[in-house]
């Protein structure tokens, strides 16, 4: 979509039609999404600095793209199940910002109650069944949502997002396999970001795209560019269209790139900073999302410059939150196990 | 003598045992470029090669059979599973294929694999990265089962682990990786199956395992300061168990604590405390033998919970001098 930091002609046009049947206030929201997921990985990665967080995290900065295309596909009532990397798409999803950075610190206000920390955020009321700190420990799940979805004859979709690594687990296969012959209504999205912590898919994989797998279980599998929004949100609509007409599953491969380092303690010994720079630089996301928008006359320059600080002023609310709210009780330590 | 950190003595072991016997390889995710997920392989891809140090896709199931293959065709495998708590993907490679075929074949193979794996909490990893599984192996027929505690034996039970002719469950610990101990540069083993005596005492003996063995020396050494002196035992090999310097110990002092990181519940605790109740030693026993072991409960991201869910110094010198003063 963009060459050279240039829009190009045809692109407009193709997107014109999306641009119009989306409507400005949609199409402003998903940008301000994008910044407020950018500025929340941000805070996210300063805290850790700080030593306020225990543990690790995974930052999604480059990713949000698809994060935002693919949830605002869906409606209320649908489900997610969301991975390690998973920041992003809970944000996307309509998660309290301020409960997220709680549980991020592990607060007592936080999602799970400072037990899950970042790679177990949930937001069950809103049918986002959390993160998982296993890969690939979602796909499964999925199997089963979408077996109860069609046995309670609802018209809901579940989403399951993994990465590139995840694809490698015999889990994802057992689970294609078992909702393409029950014809389950989930969608699979791949969200390839070119790196499995150190291994590269041109290392693991011998395919170049890896939504080639979905022939082997007969379902569509389309790979789509992951650093445009649209792009995923057009993928993820027909899935979930044809989940809600009882077709099935799809499988959506949407081919991303991670800025930053796997984990808190990655080297990158593994790639260039050439790699990284021209993914910054060339394909941003958040640039090329707001020089589309600003180009086909959807949000003004000024508008798009702010939501930058909007973004920062919706996280600077959240942390002020997590830091006003109390830590667990170590006499609450042995609830929640058994229902 | 050198000190060295306990994953540098791991390196070390493995590195040997590699330039010694061509068979030898290991295997697992992110073990070369990037050096393992705790640098306990960092640097050995440019010496070997990537044809001895393999990295994997993420396929646990994958790395355990190959191990398994490998190990049963004349190579001595060295896998990397890069925390316990993903063993479970593993479970039907290990459990009922390389623990068994030697028995099912009669004794006519042999699967000659190393799985190392690190455990335990007080990383904030949370509750699905921090997993203290080892009973879980100790309950296979077929496997060995090997926890060091220190710099030395990491490298001495890693190399006698890969000249074992059985699979060896290799289980290492977080938060000992840093640690730093006396490590001869000799290629030295020390034997699986070998219960060893950390300290000397003669009050209360205390078994620990893994992280828990450091901790019991710090409360010994508190308590030594009231007089009261504990024996700390190590088992190191938890399967097959070497239990008779537990059960002379226990003769001498009347009294044991066993402590594990591991849920109380099902834990090697229990293996210990059956082995003393029904053992010679039981007649000396002068109070109940007590575990002191991790809460039955996930482990919590918080820090505070997290460190509370799990043994430290200060209950174990409290539980200790409980059993020593008779306040049980
Ligand atoms: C079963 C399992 N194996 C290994 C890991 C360690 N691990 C966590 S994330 C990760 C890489 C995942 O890569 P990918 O699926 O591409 O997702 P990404 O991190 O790139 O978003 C690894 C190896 C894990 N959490 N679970
Ligand atoms: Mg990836």
Redesign the interface.
Known sequence: MFANGQLQPEVIRRYHEVIESLGPEFLKAMLQDMHTIRAFEERAEQLYGLGK????MHLSIGQEATAVGASNALQDGDYLLNHHRGHGHCLAWGSDVNRMMAEFV??ETGY?R????S??IADVDSNNLGA??????GVPIAVGVGLSIKMRKTQQVCMVIFGD??A???AFHESLNMASIWKLPVIYLCENNQY????PVQ???TIENISTRATAYNIPGVTVDGNDPLAVYLAVQEAAERARRGDGPSLIESKTYRYKGHSKS?RQ??RTRDEVNEWMEQRDPIMRFSALLTTAGVVSEDEANGMRDQAIKIIDDAVAFSDASP??D?SS??EG?YA | MREITYAEALREGLRQAMTADPSVFAIGEDIGVYGGAFGVTAGLLNEFGAERIIDTPISEAGIAGACVGAALTGMRPVGEIQFMDFVTLTMEQIVLQAAKVRFMFGGKASVPMVLRTPSGSGTGAAAQHSESLENWFVHVPGLKVVMPSSAYDAKGLLLAAIDDNNPVIFVEHKLLYKTKGHVPEEMYRVPLSQTNVVREGKHVTVVATSVMVSRAVQAAEELAKEGIELEVIDPRTLKPLDDAPIIESVKKTGRALVVHEAVEMGGFGGEIVARIAGSEAFDYLEAPVRRLAGLDIPIPYNRELEYHTVPQVENIVREARKLARGEY
Do not use: Q
Not at chain 1, 53 to 56: F, P
Not at chain 1, 114 to 117: D, F, L, S, V
């Open positions: 967080v225990h543990g690790t592990g607060k799970c400072g037990r899950g920390g790679m177990h998982n700190g296993i890969v690939a420990g690594g995840a490698n687990e015999g499995a912590m150190s291994m290392k693991a994989f990655d010994a593994y830590a667990p170590v330590l042995l196990v």
